[in-house]
């Protein structure tokens, strides 16, 4: 095909592959850049820019020379991680997530055995590329924010499972069919296809069949990844003097006990304040 055709056109990659420092180190490349300024410096080739979904396609074909699938194995296959492409919008610290960020196709008949593998399998290790996305601007002209090496922390880790539970449970009541992504708050099962009963799956403990669902981070915790996590580049600097952070900082950072939920953890983090003024 000719996916595979430019995959093999690439004699050698610009990065070891079976490597996860050489893939960071070749992927903080993007930082701070724009495609046009890949193309002028001779780093990727591309061509018209403008049909939907290009650019993430650019980064994964021409810089990164992944061939665009489909396969349930991550696209960096040797080191298990995922590649995904995240828009954001605003400006500065105001800075939101633009959409939701897919993460693969929910088979319901496979759930009852794989359980929470179904979201690790792609979902446990993404390579997050953030760009800026603004309204009618060329693709060329997105400049790539931060690049992120993420893995759940064990708190998000935390929010994904409980939200994961919910779905589960839908599918192993029969009841895919009644999945919303209302019903979660940061992993959702949202629809995915052209609709009107056009993409409609079996489901295994129901005759009744089921929308097809993507599992998907939705776009507020998207928008929380991004102020949390740092740029791959840092990951490299050394350190020359030890900083204390405040964990009051970020929502993810702290520990609550296994019995209290998220939203009266936070609840507890503000109880100090209450009764008292900014004097």
């Known amino acids: 095909s000719r996916k595979e055709s430019k995959r093999e ?13 050489s893939i960071l180190r070749y ?15 001779g780093e990727i080739v591309i061509g018209d820019t403008h049909s939907k979904g ?12 992944i061939p665009n699938n489909s396969l349930p194995e991550p696209d960096f296959r040797k080191v298990g991680m995922e590649l995904k492409v995240a828009p954001m919008k605003g400006d500065g610290d105001k800075m939101t997530s633009k959409e939701r960020m897919v993460l693969g196709i929910i088979n319901y008949d496979e759930v009852p055995e794989k359980g929470f593998r179904t979201f690790l399998d792609k979902g446990s290790h993404i390579l997050m590329v953030f760009y800026h996305w603004r309204e009618n601007t060329d693709v060329r002209s997105y400049r790539i924010l931060k690049v992120v090496d993420w893995k759940p922390t064990d708190e998000e880790l935390r929010l994904i499972l409980a939200d994961w539970k919910i779905i589960e449970g839908y ?12 019903q979660t ?7 995915k296809g052209a609709g009107h009963g056009k993409d409609e799956r079996s489901q295994p403990f129901s005759d009744r069949p089921a929308k097809q669902r993507s599992l998907s981070f939705k776009a507020p915790f998207m928008t929380s990844l991004f ?6 580049n840092e990951m490299f600097i050394e350190p ?8 009051s900082g970020t929502i993810f950072k702290g520990i609550w006990s296994e019995d209290q939920t998220f939203e009266e953890y936070v609840m507890a983090r503000f109880d100090r304040f209450i009764g008292k003024t900014c004097l």
């Open 9 to 21: 056109f690439v004699e050698e990659l610009p990065y070891d592959d079976s490597d996860l420092e």
């Open 27 to 41: 992927a903080g490349r993007l930082t701070g850049r724009t495609l046009d300024e890949l193309v002028s410096g």
């Open 54 to 65: 290009r650019f993430g396609q650019i980064i994964e074909e021409d810089y990164f020379h």
């Open 171 to 182: 599918i192993l009541r029969g009841e895919a069919n009644l999945l919303s992504e209302r």
């Open 185 to 191: 708050k940061y992993l959702a099962a949202n629809t």
């Open 227 to 232: 102020h949390s996590h740092p740029d791959v």
């Open 240 to 247: 020359s003097v030890t900083e204390v952070v405040d964990d």
